[in-house]
């Protein structure tokens, strides 16, 4: 059994920038894989990044080059370091665990989810 609370959500200006994080509480934290999700009002919950217990990183083309998630396992955290915000990235963060490093960019795929914290980019 994992828990996860996410952090480091708020408002912020357009071209700013944000850093959540993902504390899990539980055993055997390395060997999860890691996912950020998101979503907005009115649309389904989307792919934001991952990270697996390798390693190896996985992002959404309409993320890559400003988000950059990586994790601490002495600290069973994950984060999710977000540059250049953009209006349309405004929706609730959601972290979530899973076992292995298949479909990593799946929300089903993934066992364990946070409650989710709000980030909204004015413009």
């Known amino acids: 059994q994992v828990q996860l609370e996410e952090s480091g959500g708020g408002l912020v200006q357009a071209g700013g920038s944000l850093r959540l994080s993902c504390a899990a509480s539980?055993?055997?934290?390395?060997?999860?894989?890691m996912g950020w999700f998101r979503q907005a009002p009115g649309k389904e919950r989307e792919f934001v990044a991952a990270?697996?217990?390798?390693?190896?990183?996985y992002y959404a083309s309409s993320v890559k080059g400003r988000f950059t998630i990586s994790r601490d396992n002495a600290k069973n955290t994950v984060y999710l370091e977000m540059n250049s915000l953009k209006p349309e990235d405004t929706a609730v963060y959601y972290c979530?665990?899973?076992?292995?490093?298949?479909?990593?960019?799946?929300?089903?795929?993934?066992?364990?989810w946070g409650q989710g914290t709000q980030v909204t980019v004015s413009s």
């Open positions: 990270i697996g217990w390798s390693g190896t990183v």
């Open positions: 979530a665990a899973k076992r292995g490093l298949a479909t990593m960019t799946v929300p089903n795929a993934y066992d364990y």
């Open positions: 539980g055993r055997a934290f390395s060997t999860y894989s």
